[in-house]
Nanobody, 118 residues
């Protein structure tokens, strides 16, 4: 059974930093395209960043230059380093993994809340 467990969320002031972690079990994260998504209240879930199996990252325009996605294969963990946080970054952040058995049904974590206060 595949599980993705996020951690690292919390309350931070504008301009601060947080690092989110996503630990995979039942899955080798380096063999899947992994992503971080977020969902703010009343809004749709949106892509924040992805990392390919080859380690290439790509980012949504609204986080470029502020967020960094990375992967530690030994720890089977994907990270999202978030710097220069803004109030509009407040959301629940979800880890996502491509499901090769069913591309329409990717794997999701339970989410971690990030709140940025001004």
């Amino acid at each position: 059974q595949v599980q993705l467990v996020e951690s690292g969320g919390g309350l931070v002031q504008t301009g601060g930093s947080l690092r989110l972690s996503c630990v995979g079990s039942g899955i080798i994260v380096s063999m899947h395209k992994m992503g971080w998504y977020r969902q703010a209240p009343g809004k749709q879930r949106e892509l924040v960043a992805r990392i390919t199996t080859g380690g290439s990252p790509n980012y949504a325009d609204f986080v470029k230059g502020r967020f960094t996605i990375s992967r530690d294969n030994a720890k089977n963990t994907v990270y999202l380093q978030m710097n220069s946080l803004k109030s509009e970054d407040t959301a629940v952040y979800y880890c996502n993994a491509e499901n090769y058995a069913n591309f329409q049904n990717p794997y999701w974590g339970q989410g971690t809340q990030v709140t940025v206060s001004s």
